[in-house]
């Protein structure tokens, strides 16, 4: 019986250690973005980390439900926010950002996602109506922020963080690359940029009337990439 129970066990360990080396060599998938835009093509992954949000845009992308909605609430130094679908057939001046599918997603909030400059996260109505901060099924903003200095960092951790602390990595990135830090834990990031930073800075200088809708339309279009890390 114990040399039986040897055997197995060493069986098992083998299978295991096959198994280890084929997801290895495999790598992890991870779904990534093509947004095709008029000002250009922006590629943006998918984060695991954030499942809910993940499976709903891909389940999104696959039905097109993106393709030909607006940018419709553009912010310099801020981001730029689409997926209205009201926005499809939406006339001049007309005011959006209500729109999108019967129900919302839960927050996924995770402390190695935040909002640096081409995070990907969900918009969401505010506190007063959405305490738990589900995020909108479809509607969804890119980042693009602006270079923080320490001061301006501790400011925003005692009077819009609620005193949390920023953690030292991710200051240091507020403090190069920029982004926007008082919104994290408050909305889910799900994403990130690949590739077309440049794009997203050209969409937030777009000019915009008083509801921050650039007064010539920037539509979008979106397509499925999976590729290995």
Known sequence: MRGKIS???????????????????????????KLSTDSGIIVFRLSDKTPLHRDNFIKLVKQHYFDSLLFHRVIKNFMIQGGDPDSKRAGPGVELGDGGPDYTVPAEFDTSLFHKKGAVAAARYGDDVNPKKASSGSQFYIVQGKVFTDKE??????????????????????????????????????GEVESGLEVVDKIAAAHGDSNNRPIKDIRMKMELMRRRK
């Open 153 to 190: 960092l501790d400011s925003i951790e005692t009077y819009r963080l609620n005193g949390r602390k920023i953690p030292t990595r991710q200051r240091e990135v507020y403090k190069t690359i920029g982004g926007t830090p008082h919104l994290d834990m408050n909305y889910t990031v799900f």
């Open 7 to 33: 055997t197995i066990t060493v069986l098992l360990f083998l299978i295991a250690c096959s198994s280890s080396r084929n997801a290895i060599n495999k790598g992890p998938q991870e779904t990534r973005i």
